[in-house]
């Protein structure tokens, strides 16, 4: 009960701080931890204490210059922990080795789940916004890269299989193999790791973006009463009935064309090639003994009192039993040509599954080879 209560402030805290009322967001949130001293909770009081304490002080421009620049006195020094430093170390070492989910402190077996809690925990834990042990930087990007590639499914198979993490051995190999090459582009990272965690931690930081440019991580905020102004002026433009109107207007267009088509649905085949209800009466076709099923709304003396019209409808029955011959035969190629590329790899070929690959049977393909010689015997070419 305690958690819903928190969760609920901790929402109101949110949206007092994207409404720029800081000190709003600092009471809401500090209700929150005191109903319940989740990690979550606390990590949102941390950040809106921070800002809000930032952004309550006048700006160093408003302030009339009574002093000399040189009584200022000098921002202070960051600090770090003997622990933030032995856990950049880490992740350096893991990084060298090219070991992803030790970077993470994860198992081979971990979950996606496990990787996501994993990140959350040490992009919070080493942003160089946080944690000023040397190395920093390069820490929180490696941990970037690891929750980029362990979360693609694609990515994460391919190092699961290869065991190669292109970062950290691709970048220390001196070789200009074209291979080297187009193998690391396989994990190159599609974004940043400032691109990443602001993905994930974007609600917190509402109206804060963390990009590196120089030597280091910056971070910037965006002025509260611009975005309140921002959201003010979408607010102050209601919709009128004729933009609802138009915005309702997909949604009528899809339900015509469903009304539509109860008119228009495809009357129902004259036969099938398996028996199923209603189709249950088994017919084959006089030249090439196709075995085809019609109901018993089928009326054979229309055709039969008119070869031709019964020879057009055989022959269409046949053409069509060939397109599935060849579109199931095709289907047995691709599993046989993928089996086979999966025997030879891309380091080693397994003889033993490369000779089973090849030894699959493609019962269709024969099918439709016995058929088109048939054909051919009879004077039906297709």
């Not at 970048?171 to 090459?181: A, D, H, V």
């Not at 009935?241 to 649905?265: E, R």
């Not at 046989?336 to 089973?356: C, H, N, V, W, Y």
Request: with cysteine; hydrophobic share 30%.
């Amino acid at each position: 009960m305690n958690y819903e209560q928190a969760s609920k402030c901790l929402s109101v805290s949110k949206q007092k701080y994207n409404d720029g009322d800081s000190q709003a967001a600092l009471r809401f949130a500090k209700k929150a931890v005191s109903l319940d001293d989740a990690k979550e909770f606390k990590d949102w009081l941390e950040f809106v204490t921070k800002h809000s304490s930032a952004s309550s002080n006048p700006s160093s421009s408003s302030n009339p210059p009574a002093a000399s620049s040189s009584t200022d006195s000098p921002a202070p020094e960051r600090t770090y922990t003997p622990e933030q430093l032995s856990g950049v170390k880490r992740i350096k070492e893991c990084k060298a080795k090219g070991d992803l989910y030790a970077i993470l402190s994860l198992e081979k077996s971990c979950s996606d789940a496990d990787i996501k809690k994993a990140y959350r925990k040490l992009a919070l834990q080493f942003h160089p916004d946080k944690c000023a042990a040397p190395g920093t930087d390069e820490a929180f990007k490696a941990i970037g890269h690891a929750m980029a590639v362990l979360s693609d499914p694609d990515k994460r198979e391919k190092y699961d299989r290869y065991g190669i993490d292109s970062e950290s051995r691709a970048s220390s190999s001196n070789t200009t193999s074209p291979f080297n090459r187009g193998f690391a582009g396989d994990f190159e990272n599609e974004i940043s790791p400032e691109e990443l965690f602001n993905m994930f931690f974007g609600e917190m930081a509402n109206g804060a973006t963390f990009t590196t440019g120089g030597p280091g991580f910056r971070f910037h905020t965006v002025n509260p009463r611009f975005r309140r102004a921002h959201q003010q002026q979408g607010r102050e433009q209601p919709a009128t009935p004729i933009a609802q109107l138009v915005q309702l207007l997909p949604l009528f267009l899809l339900m015509l064309i469903t009304v539509l088509s109860w008119f228009q649905s495809d009357p129902d085949p004259i036969f099938k090639f398996s028996a199923v209800p209603p189709y249950t009466i088994q017919r084959h076709t006089q030249r090439n003994q196709v075995k085809y099923f019609v109901s018993n709304r089928f009326n054979i003396q229309n055709y039969q009192n008119n070869p031709s019209k019964l020879r057009n409808f055989e022959n269409s029955i046949e053409s069509h039993w060939l397109s599935v011959l060849e579109e199931k035969c095709l289907q047995e190629q691709q599993y046989r040509a993928m089996q086979i590329q999966s025997a030879r790899g891309i380091f080693k070929t397994d003889e033993k599954k490369l000779k089973e690959a090849k030894a699959i049977r493609m019962y269709t393909c024969e099918e439709r080879k016995e058929f088109l010689e048939k054909a051919s015997r009879n004077n039906r070419f297709y």
